[in-house]
């Protein structure tokens, strides 16, 4: 697939203030599936200065600095070409050691992957899901990760939140409602509890033909030894292909945050009004050229 992805996002103050650095983390990533074609990003007001960067988990970020000024808006409008060629997910074959949970990782995989299988306090329901789900599938790791994509899908019922953090895996299992976000980071912890590494992952999600509006989307990704990363999302119940563009990924959902920054103002902290519109056109690509997409 191939796609046109223009994101615009407006904030407004609802007094004049001064803004601070500011880190814009909407730029695709390019990987074995996955090309970046082009991207730019317009800023108003104009920034001072501006870097690109890759943070620790190896995500493109664009860090603006602005002059002390006062203002009453901030505007980001981004503009990228991407090429997707992930047609099946799993085609590979699995490590032999790593065919049933729980996994003896290697000494130098466990160290790399470290930051992806932590637990803080798993919530006790969210260790009775994640081991039930074990048991029956007699510990085989490619039938867990799939088995919970579509738990978690079929019990769940989606709400639309557009801001705040996700909230914490337990609410989400016993409330069963929640955002893409929320059913993400529920995932990427039922995963951890076997000894999965896992992590959360922002990105775009094409919809049907019938869609007309998009908002950034979220799921996560499994590190499966011969495979590498994979992606699942629970929102939607399916094993991630070409229908996601992937941005950021990272083991700590604040750090896939599309925009975060400080402001200041000397009249207090003032009300935020956020607006986005992101407008995704698509066209198939033909054989040739997911061949010559996946061999470059």
Not at 9 to 27: A, F, M, Q, R
Not at 265 to 272: H, I, K, N, V, Y
Request: with cysteine; charged share 20%; net charge negative.
């Amino acid at each position: 697939m191939r796609y046109q992805i223009t994101h615009s996002t407006l904030y407004t103050y609802s007094h004049p203030v001064e803004l601070g650095s500011h880190c814009v983390k909407l730029c695709p990533r390019t990987d074995g599936y996955q090309r970046l074609r082009q991207f730019h990003i317009d800023v108003d007001p104009l920034p001072r200065q501006h870097t690109r960067l890759l943070d620790p988990d190896g995500n493109v970020a664009d860090r603006f600095w602005f002059d002390p000024k006062p203002v009453q808006s901030l505007k980001l409008v981004t503009t990228a070409e991407v090429e997707v060629v992930c047609q099946n997910p799993f085609d590979y074959l699995m490590a032999p050691w790593a065919i049933a949970c729980p996994w003896d990782y290697p000494s130098s995989l466990a160290l790399r992957l470290y930051p992806y299988r932590q637990l803080t306090t798993p919530h006790p329901r969210v260790v009775e899901l994640a081991q039930d789900l074990l048991h029956q599938v007699e510990g085989n790791a490619g039938l867990f990760v799939s088995q919970l994509t579509q738990r978690i899908y079929e019990d769940c019922r989606y709400i639309h939140r557009l801001e705040g953090a996700p909230q914490l895996p337990g609410i989400t299992l016993s409330q069963r409602t929640g955002t893409c976000r929320d059913f993400a980071l529920l995932w990427v912890e039922a995963c951890r509890v076997v000894g999965l590494a896992a992590r959360f992952v922002s990105g775009y999600q094409r919809g049907d033909k019938t869609t007309t509006q998009h908002e950034l989307h979220a799921w996560g990704e499994v590190y499966m030894p011969g495979g590498g990363w994979r992606g699942f999302d629970p929102t939607l119940g399916l094993a991630v292909t070409d229908g996601h563009i992937v941005v950021a990924a990272t083991g700590d959902p604040p750090w896939a945050a599309p925009v975060s920054g400080d402001i200041q103002s000397s009249l207090g902290r003032p009300q935020t009004r956020l607006v986005c519109d992101i407008r995704l056109v698509y066209d198939e690509l033909s054989s040739q050229t997911q061949s010559q997409s996946q061999s470059q």
